[in-house]
């Protein structure tokens, strides 16, 4: 299993740049899983359904399922990462892309969209590639949002 983080900073292009990883690597055959990691709550599901209700309850997973699709809330422990998520519950999956995990100690690439904000590869050894269509002044490599190609073969090399 392959698994690659994708970070920067809030509307980066990062989402964007997951969905053409994503077809690219299915167009392969390979199964890919994503995680999108925050930092501030959600909800997947509304007040007052069923399996909102559930966990309102007390239950520390509710799951909801129409016999094609999973959809999974469960309670984790506040260390959990999303590393230890990928290892656990997704090791079936040839690939694994997580948006965001600025903190992660391991192999990332960052997405740029423009420089307002210090880019996160200047305090960050754990950034190995740099994606974007700006001119960016590193000794890190760096590619263009559209080179799927050159990225998907920087992936397949490093990751």
């Known amino acids: 299993m392959k698994i690659i983080i994708i970070t920067g900073r809030s509307g980066s292009g990062k989402t964007t740049l997951i969905e053409k990883l994503i077809l690219h690597f299915k167009k392969q055959g390979k199964s890919i899983a994503a995680i999108k990691s925050m930092r501030h709550d959600f909800e997947i599901d509304y007040k007052g359904k069923d399996s909102a209700r559930y966990k309102e ?10 016999g094609k699709k999973l959809a999974i809330v469960a309670d984790i422990d506040e260390k959990t990462t999303p590393l ?25 690439i960052e997405v740029i969209g423009n420089l307002e904000e210090e ?13 974007s269509d700006m001119e960016i002044k590193t000794n890190l490599p ?18």
């Not at 230890?84 to 990332?108: N, P, Q, R, T, Y």
């Not at 880019?119 to 994606?131: E, G, W, Y």
């Open 57 to 66: 309850a007390g239950a520390m997973v509710s799951a909801i399922t129409n």
């Open 84 to 108: 230890d998520i990928a290892h656990k519950h997704l090791s079936h999956c040839d690939i694994v892309i997580i948006e965001g995990f600025k903190e992660a100690k391991h192999k990332k």
């Open 119 to 131: 880019p996160l590869f200047a305090n960050d050894s754990n950034i190995i590639l740099v994606v």
């Open 142 to 159: 760096v590619i263009k949002r559209d080179d799927i190609e050159k990225l998907t073969a920087f992936i397949e090399e490093n990751f």
